[in-house]
């Protein structure tokens, strides 16, 4: 589908979309996606900012009864997870080219990086959104991510500033408790350097060895006690000792997450929109989604970290 140009009008934004740009940026963001992907995802309705899901805090409980006995019932102590988007949005404005070829040219790189800024955000958010950052315009702002929750609850191990061990990835797996016990539920989030060096260890296999008999994982690379290993740039490296940020910090932290108990919601399409500004002679571009992420185990925290690892 074309996109069209045209002046900027109030009355005229919500027709900004030009379709078949806007579907081939979401099927290029769904094929890079890692870390948001190993999620399940919740479609929020298009005209709601807050969206609730039922929870259990406890399961149903079976008991031995008679056949002529009446049932017992189970106690449930119900609960519900909350979702409330936020918008992530891009804009880059291009200056007019008056050569044609140029122009498709510069179009097809816009929608790349708009993919790629995206991608950027949410795979920061995901793994180290804080709703505490002081910077209102930055996406770890939008909600708590993995590293928050893990560190918040005290569930991590120190490594001493050393490099990563299977006796530290045994001890992580066992501050899940009953999260921990099915490694088909539970993914390696690590920075790429520490990937490297697990690829060195005894007891990992990589995906060639592999991944001809199993279910791969997008994104990962190996797989350590049959947990896969999905290495990501967006696990932070300016972390001190106990897995927070600091201005000097140079330590970075490894996820181990039981996947099944989070959900990505989405609130609408993933949008991309043009117009042009006829007063500067440019065009702009806005990529943007409205997204949140919670965990859905209510009084637990599915997710543990190693802390203290060296970044390099």
Avoid: C
């Amino acid at each position: 589908a074309e996109i069209v140009e045209k002046a900027i009008k109030p009355s005229d934004i919500g027709s900004w979309l030009g379709e078949e740009f806007s579907n081939q940026v979401v099927s290029e963001l769904e094929l890079n996606l890692k870390v948001e992907n190993i999620f399940d995802k919740v479609r929020m309705p298009d005209n709601r900012s807050t969206f609730s899901i039922p929870a259990r805090t406890e399961n149903a409980e079976a008991y031995l009864i008679a056949p002529a006995q009446n049932a017992i019932e189970s106690a449930i102590n119900g609960g519900k997870v909350s979702f409330q988007t936020n918008r992530i949005k891009t804009l880059l404005s291009i200056a007019d080219q008056s050569d044609q070829e140029m122009v498709t040219a510069i179009v097809d790189l816009v929608r790349k990086e708009l993919t790629r800024s995206l991608l950027r955000a949410s795979e920061k958010a995901i793994i180290d959104g804080d709703t505490s950052t002081s910077d209102v315009n930055d996406v770890r702002k939008a909600f708590d991510g993995l590293l928050k929750m893990a560190t918040g609850a005290g569930n991590k191990v120190d490594a001493g500033g050393n490099a990563i061990t299977k006796g530290e990835i045994n001890s992580a797996r066992k501050l899940l408790g009953k999260y921990g016990l099915n490694p088909a539920d539970l993914v390696l989030v690590t920075p790429v350097n520490v990937a490297y060096q697990m690829l060195e260890m005894d007891g990992v296999e990589t995906v060639d060895k592999y991944g001809s008999m199993a279910t791969l994982v997008r994104g990962e690379i190996a797989r350590i006690y049959g947990m896969p290993i999905i290495p990501s740039e967006y696990v932070p490296t300016d972390l001190d000792a106990n897995g927070a940020h600091a201005s000097d910090g140079t330590l970075t932290a490894v996820l181990l997450v039981s996947k099944t108990y989070f959900l990505v919601a989405d609130r609408g399409n993933i949008a991309i929109e043009k117009d042009r500004n006829i007063s500067s002679s440019v065009n702009m571009f806005v990529g943007y989604r409205d997204i949140d992420f919670k965990k859905v185990a209510v009084n637990s925290t599915p997710v543990s970290a190693i802390v203290n690892l060296p970044s390099n």
